[in-house]
């Protein structure tokens, strides 16, 4: 289809913006290192088949439909790795490239769904002023600058990345102030349907980076299951403590449906409180996503009401009734196939 956005570049600004491409796809050539989507993948064949074109072919019509189905720009999805001194997991971020064929210029970013649970918003805002957008003088540099920009600004990213200290050393610190409280109000919801995984993400995320920090679970299916416990500072906590939590998960809540679940229709949207334990003792030490764990996986599997042993025997192990809270939680019949 062709683009509404202006005119192609000259075929000698896109040649070197195609060289350019070809570059960074080389240097990031290894397992999961690069993605590219299928639209941008056509995007880079038909730029090549547009530069490989003679002069005598540039006025024909199968020029023409080539020129007007490039689209407006390519997007390399490039995997930053680094790995400290300290750690023996390598820490990934996703920095997008993006190349314009139809303007002058480049941009690089990452985005705040794509980030993994350990780069909170400060940290991605400070990745984003790294790469920010290249300035006029950068957009006319040849390809070999171009490249040679991308990757500093790649190493600039890396360096402040080994700056953040790992979950591990997060976790001690957190320890040492503010030891774990031993009861908490564990609150049980039922929603419809739970599927998509990004969306799994962002709740796992915003729960373990919350203040204080939420510990639960959540088990994807038709219906979905969400356990979230909110620390206590007693095992009887007044009642502007309890009020004061049940608030924390409205908030929660809140948040997750403005910035997470923004493009699901607000009809859709269905969260049930099922379950409310005011004061019990901790089970969780952190917010998992348990769909694809192996001595869960046939639970969360269609939500067939036959698995429900696996899910019983796990809760049971931390200590939860889990017959009880599963037939107040899911009701008589909720997980037949």
């Not at 794509?114 to 002023?129: C, M, T």
């Not at 171009?146 to 990345?161: D, K, N, Q, T």
């Not at 031993?182 to 419809?192: A, K």
């Not at 042993?309 to 037949?336: F, H, N, P, Y």
Request: glycine residues 4%; negative net charge.
């Amino acid at each position: 289809m062709a683009s509404t956005r202006g005119h192609l570049l000259a075929p000698e600004q896109l040649a070197s913006v195609a060289s350019a491409i070809e570059l960074v796809s080389a240097m990031w050539s290894g397992t999961d290192e690069l993605e590219m989507s299928a639209a941008d993948e056509r995007t880079v064949q038909l730029l090549a088949d547009y530069l490989q074109l003679g002069l005598d072919e540039l006025a024909t019509p199968r020029a023409q439909h080539i020129k007007d189905s490039i689209g407006d720009a390519v997007v390399l999805a490039l995997k930053v790795g680094v790995r400290s001194e300290q750690s023996l997991v390598e820490r990934r971020v996703r920095v997008n490239v993006e190349f314009r064929l139809r303007a002058q210029g480049w941009s690089m970013w990452t985005s705040t769904k794509e980030a993994p649970a350990w780069l909170d918003r400060d940290a991605i805002d400070r990745v984003n002023a790294i790469l920010s957008t290249p300035t006029a003088q950068e957009s006319e540099e040849e390809e070999e600058d171009v490249v040679a920009s991308i990757l500093a600004r790649v190493e600039e990213v890396s360096e402040f990345l080994l700056t953040i200290p790992s979950a591990t050393e997060t976790e001690q610190e957190e320890v040492k102030e503010e030891p774990e409280s031993t009861h908490v109000q564990r609150t049980w919801y039922y929603l419809p349907s739970l599927s998509t995984k990004s969306k799994r993400d962002d709740i796992c995320t915003l729960a373990s980076t919350s203040t204080p920090r939420l510990t639960g679970f959540l088990l994807a299916g038709k219906p979905g299951l969400i356990v979230i416990e909110h620390p206590l500072s007693t095992p009887s906590p007044t009642d502007s403590e309890s009020q004061a939590a049940s608030s924390a998960l409205d908030a929660f809540w809140s948040t997750i449906k403005r910035e997470s679940w923004s493009d699901i229709p607000s009809s859709h949207k269905k969260i049930s409180q099922r379950l409310v334990e005011p004061s019990t003792g901790r089970a969780f030490s952190t917010f998992d996503d348990v769909t694809d764990w192996p001595e869960l996986e046939r639970a969360a599997e269609r939500g067939r009401r036959s698995d429900l042993s696996k899910l019983i025997r796990w809760l049971d192990a931390r200590g939860i009734a889990g017959t009880q809270c599963l037939e107040s939680v899911l009701g008589v019949g909720s997980w037949d196939a």
